[in-house]
């Protein structure tokens, strides 16, 4: 008897969080939604062309990497921001993708595809050990916020360059962000800013739409070949540039506004769903580490709203998938100072946020600044990113030194 009303308050229960999803949607989180979603789609998709080129994918591969590493990521962000009401952007590794054009030619199809299953299971272990957790928690958060401003400050550091290349462009998007900052509270300023960048890129450039259309092909799942070579040399690399690269920035700009993350069921989701993704061609799906720190962020608006623009970025990346072969062209067509002035417009904020957060205290200043000094130089060591790296000095600073 008692079933049918557990029914009826599982389904009210669900009817109220999609109301009350669609009432958290404001202009301020659609606007991080968009600008993230595009910072995937642009740069990064120009790099899974050339890694496939690189590697002579057949049209068909091609198409199945793209679908696969768009169409996954988006499913991971909407499932992770919902579930955890939380700001969490699912992406694929932009960094990940650049190490495969290097090693695409190296690999037949399927050895790479069992890379990718290989890499997704690391990630997978790695979460479910709680590995992960146990490292960021040992990190002081003002360590954590200013890796993060030195990982986004050579990304809002190009807006100059970018406006010097391409000035009608750059500053009517630096005029609109300012005026709206000044003016305007209902209409974001980074929103503006990318709007009116558009427009006027459209009124002064010829992007030559269509140029290299791609033909369509479905979807399908691809057999994987393991060895002793790939498990070495692309699917260990590739997973710890995900976790250094992704997951950790990630995490730790969902740590710098508060949101004590759930680190080992993200770490775990990623790794789950980045072996799936692995089956159709693409090499992982897992937290964002600059979408999600866009999304996090104090431009996205109200805090506890937040997690509606992950959402949002999470479905415009799984549309972006699903059309891969027709938007790829579009994409192709944009300057790549273009790209970087969206950048910079749209990490400002995160900027600001994680300078204030990092130094404003006494406590952890050199530890901090070790921190940014490090995550801005983008050193590699033993494959281990900038941003671990800075994680790690900052922590034993803050540990010994600053204790």
């Known amino acids: 008897m008692g079933l049918p009303g ?14 009350n999803f669609l009432h958290d949607i404001n202009s301020q989180n659609l606007s991080s939604g968009l600008i993230s979603s595009t910072l995937l789609m642009t740069g990064p998709a120009l790099i899974i062309l050339q890694a496939a080129a690189a590697g002579h994918f057949t049209n068909e591969q091609t198409i199945t990497w793209m679908f696969a590493a768009n169409f996954f990521p988006g499913v991971v962000g909407v499932l992770m921001a919902l579930l955890f009401r939380k700001p969490i952007t699912g992406g694929h590794s932009i960094t990940g993708v650049a190490f495969l054009a290097t090693v695409t030619a190296h690999f037949t199809f399927p050895e790479l595809i069992g890379g990718y299953v290989l890499s997704g299971l690391t990630i997978l272990i790695v979460g479910v050990s709680g590995l992960f957790t146990k490292i960021i928690k040992w990190v002081p958060k003002e360590v954590i916020s200013a890796m993060l401003a030195g990982l986004v400050t050579g990304y809002v550091v190009k807006l100059i360059p970018a406006i010097k290349e391409m000035p009608v462009v750059g500053v009517a998007a630096l005029v609109s962000f300012f005026v709206c900052t000044k003016y305007s509270k209902r209409i974001p300023a980074v929103m503006a800013a990318v709007a009116v960048a558009f427009v ?3 009124l002064t450039q010829d992007l030559n739409l269509g140029s290299k259309e791609i033909p369509f092909s479905l979807p399908s799942l691809h057999a994987p070949e393991f060895s002793w070579m790939g498990v070495l040399t692309l699917a260990l690399p590739l997973a710890m540039l995900v976790l250094s690269n992704d997951a950790a920035p990630g995490i730790g700009a969902l740590e710098s506004e508060d949101y004590d993350p759930p680190i080992r069921k993200i770490v775990t989701i990623s790794g789950v769903f980045s072996s799936i993704t692995g089956f159709f061609g693409g090499h992982c799906a897992n937290i964002a580490g600059m979408m999600t720190a866009i999304c996090a962020g104090p431009d996205s608006g109200e805090k506890s709203k937040r997690y509606a623009g992950s959402v949002l970025s999470g479905v415009f990346v799984m549309l972006f998938g699903i059309f891969a072969w027709k938007i790829v062209p579009f994409i192709q067509s944009l300057p790549q100072a273009f790209v970087s002035l969206l950048a ?3 990490l400002i904020g995160v900027l600001h946020s994680s300078l204030q957060q990092g130094f404003s205290g006494n406590r952890y200043r050199l530890s901090a ?20 790296w800075a994680l790690i000095v900052g922590a034993v600073i803050a540990k010994t030194v600053e204790k």
């Open 6 to 19: 557990k029914l009826d308050e599982n389904v009210r229960l669900q009817s109220t969080r999609k109301r």
């Open 369 to 388: 600044l070790a921190a940014f000094l490090i995550a801005l130089s983008q050193v590699s060591f033993l494959h281990i990113s900038a941003p671990v």
């Open 344 to 346: 910079g417009f749209a």
């Open 200 to 202: 006027a890129l459209f």
